[in-house]
T-cell receptor, first 113, second 111 residues
Framework: EPEVTQTPSHQVTQMGQEVILRCVPI?????FYWYRQILGQKVEFLVSFYNNEISEKSEIFDDQFSVERPDGSNFTLKIRSTKLEDSAMYFCASLAPGGGEQYFGPGTRLTVT | QKEVEQNSGPLSVPEGAIASLNCTYS??????FFWYRQYSGKSPELIMF????GDKEDGRFTAQLNKASQYVSLLIRDSQPSDSATYLC???????????FGRGTSLIVHP
């Protein structure tokens, strides 16, 4: 069964460093998302991406964040200058054709020290 | 501000019992509703989605939607210890592809 994959599973970085989180969505899906979940808190929407451009973004998704689809398969989230409060699980998701179900990847745990 | 509210729990039920998880939402324009299961440290896993008022059954799971009351529920029959997890409710407005998630309800099924 096709699935969303994410790398790395765990990233440790120092405050102020840039990180790139990678995702490979399910191949026939057209909408892609990034969410984050701070430990013990709710899943929060960051950004959605459709047709090679940002479709929607939340207030959390400020100038420190960017997304790219550098090729036909990868979908990346870049955080330019990480802060302690960026420590969270970051989930990539993709939306099934027809706009129904959204499938999540396994997540990347980002730890900023 | 779109809100999805869930009791954080934990909800504790004995093995074999029916677990009932509830969710309310604030946006009357919400049209699609989703239940996800999330084990600790793992990603949300879609269990069911429902669009129409009434019940939708899938195996041991039944989702119930009442749009007039802005209420969604998930029933788990014959609960198993492996059902112990946090259950996330999500609502999505018509014309949007962005669901709003609740904080989740922790379910504990004890043998």
């Amino acid at each position: 069964e096709p699935e969303v994959t994410q790398t790395p599973s765990h990233q440790v970085t120092q405050m102020g460093q840039e990180v790139i989180l990678r995702c490979v969505p399910i191949s026939n899906h057209l909408y892609f998302y990034w969410y984050r979940q701070i430990l013990g808190q709710k899943v929060e929407f960051l950004v959605s991406f459709y047709n090679n451009e940002i479709s929607e973004k939340s207030e959390i998704f400020d100038d420190q964040f960017s997304v790219e689809r550098p090729d036909g398969s990868n979908f990346t989230l870049k955080i330019r200058s990480t802060k302690l409060e960026d420590s969270a699980m970051y989930f990539c998701a993709s939306l099934a054709p027809g706009g129904g179900e959204q499938y999540f990847g396994p997540g990347t745990r980002l730890t900023v020290t | 501000q779109k809100e999805v509210e869930q009791n954080s729990g934990p909800l504790s039920v004995p093995e074999g019992a029916i677990a009932s998880l509830n969710c309310t939402y604030s946006d009357r324009g919400s049209q699609s509703f989703f239940w996800y299961r999330q084990y600790s440290g793992k990603s949300p896993e879609l269990i069911m989605f429902i669009y129409s008022n009434g019940d939708k059954e899938d195996g041991r799971f039944t989702a119930q939607l009442n749009k007039a009351s802005q209420y969604v529920s998930l029933l788990i029959r014959d609960s198993q210890p492996s059902d112990s997890a946090t259950y996330l409710c999500a609502a999505r407005s018509g014309g949007s592809y962005i669901p709003t998630f609740g904080r989740g309800t922790s379910l504990i099924v004890h043998p």
